[in-house]
């Protein structure tokens, strides 16, 4: 659970509900063959609607309201429907004028990244709560800590809960009602209690959390490899979400060049599954005061420009790629109960 730096992975978990099937709804006879077989279970692509075997995908920024260069990008790249979704951060100095974008833009999905960690070392924020309500998660300096490590280390879920409801508030009062809400950093998924409140939260005001469906075995095991902890509780909790989730969740990777990134960036789209995956990246604009911010500069100003690139587009239609939102999401998902 690192920054974008420090390979930034924002991931979230959750397992669907298994369908109980009797073994005598799975023989079929066919050629005088009465072999019994299983049923493929449905990804959450099918169960929503789309036909089976299709990759269909969420290209999601995140770190939107971090700095004006996040949220120039963003914009354009929304704008210009080169993007699906985007989410904001609350307690960063540039979130509410993403805010007002938001709300003069209604059909573009637009999430929250709730934050709960401050990882720069010269550009940092605090809580939105008051400092004496959340003081777990506050470090000398009244800021957010620097990791995840150190938010599970000195803050109760009542905290964590508290500021997370703070965040959704907040966007409320100012006139926007989030599409989805994801965690900053991973940070709600650091910890067993911060997952329960989590999706109680996303259940509470009815905002899909970006969750994945941790019944492939595969992909379970590939977060429990990255120290997540997915554990019985976690893995009963996520039983009763309901919600819907996402097949996979992953990010673009970086690269030494532009197109060595593109180049990495198709192998990553070629190797997924079938299924329903957001893919996360930090796009900005190219400034001096960015890079005062973060050595990840360069990543994020590709990520600004890469899926503008007409090589890019035209891969995806070869590829047959389908694109969503949460907006999209959530109507098919009322609309297949």
């Not at 996040?70 to 989410?87: D, K």
């Amino acid at each position: 659970m690192k920054t974008n730096d420090q390979t930034h992975v924002s991931l979230f978990f959750i397992i669907a509900l298994c369908l109980l099937l009797t073994v005598n709804s799975c023989k079929s006879t066919t050629n005088n063959d009465s072999k019994i077989t299983t049923p493929t279970a449905k990804n959450w692509a099918e169960k929503l609607g789309w036909p089976s075997g299709k990759k269909v995908i969420i290209l999601h920024a995140d770190d939107i309201g971090m700095c004006p260069e996040a949220n120039i990008a963003a914009i354009e790249q929304l704008t210009n429907n080169e993007i699906q979704s985007a989410a904001i951060m609350l307690p960063c100095p540039n979130a509410q004028e993403f805010i007002k974008w938001a709300i003069a833009n209604p059909k573009k999905d637009i999430g929250l990244h709730l934050t709960l960690t401050s990882e720069w070392k010269k550009y940092r924020w605090g809580t939105l709560s008051k400092a004496s309500e959340v003081p777990g998660l506050l470090d000398t300096d009244y800021k957010m800590w620097s990791s995840v490590p150190e938010v599970v280390e000195h803050a109760t879920a009542q905290e964590i809960e508290k500021e997370i409801r703070k965040q959704i508030d907040n966007a409320i009062s100012l006139g926007y009602t989030p599409d989805h809400i994801d965690t900053h950093m991973g940070t709600l998924y650091g910890d067993p209690a911060y997952v329960d409140v989590f999706l109680k939260v996303a259940q509470a005001y009815h905002i899909p959390a970006n969750v994945i469906d941790l019944s492939n075995e595969t992909v379970a095991n590939a977060f429990k490899t990255l120290g997540y902890p997915i554990n019985d509780y976690v893995i009963d909790l996520t039983k009763k979400y309901k919600l819907p989730k996402l097949d996979n969740f992953t990010s673009v990777p970086k690269a030494d060049t532009y197109e060595e990134k593109i180049e990495k960036f198709k192998a990553l789209i070629t190797n997924l599954k079938p299924g329903l995956t957001e893919i996360i990246f930090h796009p900005s604009v190219e400034t001096e005061n960015l890079k005062s911010i973060t050595n990840s500069w360069q990543q994020r100003v590709w990520e600004a420009k890469m899926f503008g690139d007409p090589e890019l587009k035209v891969f995806f239609k070869r590829e047959g790629i389908v694109f969503s939102n949460w907006k999209d999401i959530m109507h098919r998902f009322k609309n297949n109960k």
